[in-house]
């Protein structure tokens, strides 16, 4: 079957087969779509007992069939607009060619991530020309829609908004996100700038992505008060900086487009304000218009949850590489999902943990590095789970040693005695690891030492790259009690460890001359059975 597809303004005529043509900007697509918010195999036509159908290939930005959100394969017509993130697909007939594209956004100049950042003055704006609109929750502005518009508009507001949802539902990572959520806006809302700005641990607003309608074309700053009275005051604004442009007091003559008409809406979830989108336009293009304002802010609820969803995943992953899922969600809880809180720097009681694989560089020599890396990670998964199983945290792997602390990030008064039963729990599982292994596998041994006191707990490193870790002469004094006290098999506590322990399920032990310790450290051994119950128990 033969057909003319006009595809972004330009005419494909394509021999639809059964296999049919694929459409999207990579290279493996049949017919390619430069355009940014179009994915590498966007979408399928293909031919289906004689008829041609549209297919979406899970892309991330969504295929829309006039207007409604694609969830499986759809009959095509002629004249139907399937939409591509931002990109026109239309069959058309013989002659279709000449058709004008339809107005909106350029899809080769479809929104993007933009590692420039634009530059925020305070610049004030006249409230008694705007139009500020109090923020409504989704479900407040849906009944509005439903109550006070026509049923035709109110329907065609739920589509927009479900075919969004759907959208940002497919978004992978919070800059994927942010470029959908500019891409649908703009595609919605006609503007030759757009911003998303999202505040900082600081309170501050920085903008996060930049979207211009022709690249480069301008420079100009953007109100750094507008876009904090729409987040601090929870309102949608509606503006021209006419009156103010001191163009104007100076009596000079201004061409209309130098005026320039501003949207924002703030980014709000539940209780919180997490930033605004920020839209601009000259007055030559017709500024702004109520309807955008309405449609900006239901958008903007959208966007919101996207945005929190897309942190709380972030920062759930973060945690989950240190601690056990239940530890997760009780810090999660606790943050009210916030902007890592709990990770912050700050100064705790703890007990840290160090364990070490005795003579493995030795055992690993001639090892083949496919056996060696399963058996690490066969030793530390198990040994990881008894840290996690006692409300431990994963500091990091050492080669073949692991370090973990307990008390951090939440409070633990026991601290002293989960690390103990942690350390003996470990040594338990490798009793058994090693009675299990396979032929061929060495039997491993272990030295753990831990010490409790004052540390300091919190994120360290750079913006590319944070880790939650622990410092301080507590942390030294445990990795002393492990390389220079411990023997493989042994558990070993610093002095104020065993203040916090029973004092009969522990040996004193000769003071010991350690590498950076000021002072002898006098020790204690934890005395523990191989085919004893894993407990220690605490002081009363």
């Known amino acids: 079957m033969k057909l003319n597809l006009l595809v972004d303004g330009a005419l494909h005529p394509v021999v639809l087969t059964e296999e049919g043509v694929t459409l999207g900007r990579g290279d493996q697509a049949t017919i390619r779509i430069q355009a940014n918010a179009v994915s590498r195999v966007h979408a399928r036509i293909f031919l289906k007992d004689g008829v041609p159908f549209v297919q979406d290939l899970k892309s991330l930005n969504g295929t829309l069939l006039n207007g409604v959100p694609l969830t499986e394969p759809v009959a095509l017509h002629q004249g139907d607009a399937v939409l591509l993130g931002e990109a026109l697909v239309k069959w058309v007939p013989e002659g279709g060619a000449t058709e004008a594209p339809p107005a909106g956004p350029n899809p080769a100049q479809a929104p993007r991530g933009s590692a420039s950042r634009i530059s925020l003055e305070e610049r004030a704006f006249d409230a008694s020309g705007s139009i500020l609109v109090p923020h409504a929750s989704l479900n407040e502005m849906l009944a509005q829609a439903s109550g006070q518009h026509p049923a035709a508009d109110a329907a065609t507001l739920f589509q927009r908004l479900a075919g969004m949802a759907g959208t940002l539902l497919r978004a992978a990572g919070l800059s994927e996100l942010l470029e959908s959520v500019m891409g649908l806006v703009t595609a919605q809302i006609p503007c030759q700038r757009g911003f998303i700005l999202l505040k900082d641990p600081t309170g501050e607003l920085v903008p996060e992505l930049v979207w211009e309608e022709q690249p480069g074309s301008q420079a100009n700053p953007i109100s750094r008060t507008i876009a904090r009275t729409a987040m601090t005051d929870r309102v ?53 218009k109520r309807e955008d304002e309405h449609l900006l802010s239901a958008m903007a609820n959208f966007a919101a949850v996207g945005i929190q969803r897309e942190r709380e995943a972030k920062f759930r992953q973060r945690l989950e590489r240190y601690h056990s899922p239940a530890v997760v969600d009780q810090i999660l809880k606790s943050s009210q999902s916030k902007e890592a809180p709990a990770l912050q720097a ?56 692991i370090m973990a602390f307990f008390g951090a990030p939440n409070p633990d008064a026991d601290h ?109 051994e934890v005395l523990w059975e191989p085919d004893a119950p894993t407990a220690v128990h605490g002081r009363e």
Do not use: W
């Open 236 to 288: 949608a604004i509606l503006t021209t900086d006419a009156r103010m442009d001191p163009r104007f007091s100076a009596g000079e003559s201004i061409k209309i487009h130098g005026i320039t008409s501003a949207l924002c809406a703030p980014l709000i979830v539940e209780d919180q304000a997490l930033g605004v989108i920020y839209l601009e336009t000259s007055l030559s293009k017709g500024g702004f």
């Open 346 to 401: 700050q100064r705790c009681e703890i007990s840290v943990l160090f364990a070490d694989i005795s003579g493995f560089t030795r055992i690993s020599e001639g090892m083949e590095p496919l056996t060696l890396a399963g058996i690490l990670n066969r030793t530390f998964e198990a040994l990881t789970d008894q840290i996690f199983a006692r409300g431990g945290t994963l500091d990091k792997y050492i080669g073949d040693a």
């Open 416 to 524: 002293a005695r989960h690390a103990v039963e942690a350390a003996v729990a470990m040594q338990e599982v490798l009793r058994i690891l090693n009675a299990e292994r396979p032929a061929g596998y060495p039997e491993l041994r272990m030295r753990i030492g831990i010490n409790s006191g004052e540390a300091f707990a919190g994120d360290i490193g750079c913006e590319k790259r944070m880790d939650y870790t622990v410092m301080g002469s507590t942390v030294n004094l445990a990795s002393r009690l492990e390389s220079g006290v411990a023997k493989p098999g042994q558990i070993v506590v610093g002095p104020r460890t065993a203040e916090l322990l029973d004092p009969a399920r522990l040996r004193p032990m000769e003071a010991f001359a350690l590498k950076n310790i000021e002072q002898p450290v006098r020790p204690f």
